[in-house]
C-alpha cells in the first residue's frame, strides 16, 4: 500500500522559510515524476510544483517561481520543497503526489494528509 506522508509545515511570519518533507513507503518514488499541490480554505487543490524522475528538471507555478524549489532523494524515497519569502497567500495545506507521467496531473488514490503552512502578515 502507498503512503505519502507530508511534515515540516507551521505557523511563520511573511518572509519566513519553511522546508516541507514528503517520504513515501510501499512504492519507490525513483523513475516517477513528482509534484506538491497545496489547498487554500474554500479552494481547489492546485498544482504547486513538480520535479522529474532524476531530478534534472523541475517546473513551478508562477507565483512560487524564484522562491520555493522542489528536490529529491531517491536513496530516502522523499521529495522536498523549500519555501522561502513565504507570503500570507501560501497558506494553504501542502500535499505531494506522484504524477501521471511527465504531467502536472496527480495520481488518484495516493493522497496523503498533508502538512499546514500558515503565514502570518
Known amino acids: 500500500q502507498v503512503q505519502l506522508v507530508e511534515s515540516g509545515g507551521g505557523l511563520v511570519q511573511a518572509g519566513g522559510s519553511l522546508r516541507l518533507s514528503c517520504a513515501a513507503s510501499?512504492?519507490?518514488?525513483?523513475?516517477?515524476?513528482m509534484g506538491w499541490f497545496r489547498q487554500a480554505p474554500g479552494n481547489e487543490r492546485e498544482f504547486v510544483a513538480s520535479?522529474?524522475?532524476?531530478?534534472?528538471?523541475?517546473y513551478y507555478i508562477d507565483s512560487v517561481k524564484g522562491r520555493f524549489t522542489i528536490s529529491r532523494d531517491n536513496a530516502k524515497n522523499t521529495v522536498y520543497l523549500q519555501m522561502n519569502s513565504l507570503k500570507p497567500e501560501d497558506t494553504a495545506v501542502y500535499y505531494c503526489n506522484y504524477l501521471v507521467g511527465s504531467t502536472t496531473t496527480p495520481r488518484s488514490g495516493y493522497w496523503g494528509q498533508g502538512t499546514q503552512v500558515t503565514v502570518s502578515s
Open positions: 510501499g512504492r519507490t518514488i525513483s523513475g516517477y515524476d
Open positions: 520535479i522529474n524522475w532524476s531530478g534534472g528538471r523541475t
